[in-house]
Nanobody, 127 residues
Framework: QVQLVESGGGLAQAGTSLRLSCTTSGFTLSQYGIGWFRRTPGTGPEFVSAIKWDNSSTYYADSGKGRFIISRDNAKNTVYLQMNSLQPEDTAVYFC????????????????????WGQGTQVTVSS
């Protein structure tokens, strides 16, 4: 079955970096767009970044532009989120999620377009 497993979270100081990994199985990663979302207590999931199935395009929420980099290694069935210059407001549980349809054109940040989610990894940034 479709599985996504996040790792790489932890405690970081403001200004430092973390790299999150999303290891996938149960489907052909090279055919699907992947998104990263985050959630803080009391709020719904927030779009962070996404990468198109063919690696031709990447997308970022304003909060991560210039600081976050999404990438994928289809041979390793893994998508990464490099987070630089971390700020306390980046503290959240981070989730990766798979697009519903393969070979999806364009960009989509809607939660409903990503029906398959991992369990999340906690990122805590101290000031």
């Amino acid at each position: 079955q479709v599985q996504l497993v996040e790792s790489g979270g932890g405690l970081a100081q403001a200004g430092t970096s973390l790299r999150l990994s999303c290891t996938t199985s149960g489907f052909t990663l090279s055919q699907y767009g992947i998104g990263w979302f985050r959630r803080t207590p009391g709020t719904g999931p927030e779009f962070v970044s996404a990468i198109k199935w063919d690696n031709s395009s990447t997308y970022y929420a304003d909060s991560g532009k210039g600081r976050f980099i999404i990438s994928r290694d289809n041979a390793k069935n893994t998508v990464y989120l490099q987070m630089n210059s971390l700020q306390p407001e980046d503290t959240a549980v981070y989730f990766c999620a798979r697009r519903f349809s393969p070979l999806s054109a364009g960009f989509d940040s809607l939660l409903t377009s990503y029906p398959f989610w991992g369990q999340g990894t906690q990122v805590t940034v101290s000031s």
